[in-house]
């Protein structure tokens, strides 16, 4: 068997599976977990208001102009409607700035819809129900950074129980679900050149070459095509799991949660000072969950009948 052992820990180093082997593997997890309905995003809490607003949004199919759903919750921030779905997780090897954590590529399916905040909490938002702004870079409209993972859950916490609503922390698999936005590219404008090579992220997010080193106002830059702004910089942003360097290999098909346990919680996103690898939808990363720092803050998922 010392071929195939050897082939399967290459593999494994450089984060890819056989296409046939992941076919396979899907099929059996389908088999054994059942194929979950979908089901549709909950109806609107009352409480909240909607506005349709046309907003010039970001795809690889090129950017456009579409009338967005912009719901407002009680506390003022808005959030978009993410539809239930199923779309293939994780970078390929071949994909540039691709690392062994970001595969293998696998499907998934998130079988319920839910609302996510349309951009990353802001430093007024979180003063109005925390009481106070840990933020390095000061401004109401900037977002909220110097936020552990444990500081998070404790907004999501407090903001469900004045709103009597269940707000929370995006698992990984519906943030990158809803980064890409029914894209299949690097990010979800494309891959990040136009045809004369220039490269584009500076378009579309705050990173390490145009940011002057430091956040930005939320909703400058556009959003993608379901209408999300800031997912691929400004700050990278704290999700729900665990982080599991190897969890792809054996990561459920339907809604998966991550590891049952770790030390680190997975983080997404790029942030003002990262490089445009770190952008892609894909990128992942593990940081501990007491850590705080000026590049990290979060988003809220809500499911109003969770």
């Known amino acids: 068997h010392g071929p195939f052992v050897q082939a399967y820990e290459r593999d494994r180093q450089m984060g890819r599976r056989d296409p046939a082997a992941e076919r396979a593997r899907t099929e059996r997890l389908l088999r054994e977990q059942g194929e979950r309905p979908l089901r549709a995003v909950p109806a609107t ?3 909240w208001t909607v506005e349709t607003r046309q907003v010039t949004v970001a795809s690889p199919e090129g950017d456009r102009t579409e009338g967005i759903a912009c ?3 009680e506390l003022g921030m808005d959030l978009v409607a993410v539809p239930p779905g199923e779309f293939i997780m994780g970078s390929s ?3 540039r700035g691709h690392s062994r954590y970001q595969g293998p590529q696998h499907r998934v399916r998130i079988t319920g819809g839910f609302y996510m905040g349309a951009h990353e909490v802001t430093q007024g938002q979180y003063e109005e129900v925390m009481g106070t ?4 870079f000061r401004g109401p409209r900037r977002p909220v950074e110097m936020v552990t993972w444990n500081d998070a859950r404790e907004f999501c916490r407090r903001l469900s129980q004045g709103e009597g609503l269940t707000y929370r922390l995006p698992t990984e698999a519906e943030w990158e679900y809803a980064c890409r936005a029914g894209s299949t590219t690097a990010y979800s404008f494309g891959d990040g050149w136009d045809d004369q090579g220039d490269y584009l992220l500076g378009g579309y997010a705050w990173y390490g070459r145009n940011s002057d080193e430091q956040t930005h106002e939320v909703g400058q830059k556009p959003p993608n095509a379901w209408g999300l702004h800031g997912m691929l910089g400004n700050v990278r942003e704290w999700c729900q799991d665990w982080f599991g360097e190897y969890y792809y290999w054996q990561s459920p098909v339907n809604d998966p949660a991550g590891p049952a346990s770790g030390r680190s919680r997975v983080l997404r996103g ?3 000072r990262s490089s445009g690898a770190d ?3 894909a990128a992942r990363e593990g940081y501990t969950p007491t850590v705080a720092r000026e590049y990290i803050g979060f988003r809220v998922v809500c499911d109003p009948g969770g």
Do not use: V
């Open 71 to 73: 719901y407002t919750n």
């Open 45 to 47: 809490p009352s409480g």
């Open 93 to 95: 090897p071949r994909e």
């Open 279 to 281: 952008c892609r939808s």
């Open 270 to 272: 790029g942030s003002w």
């Open 133 to 136: 702004d840990p933020s390095a």
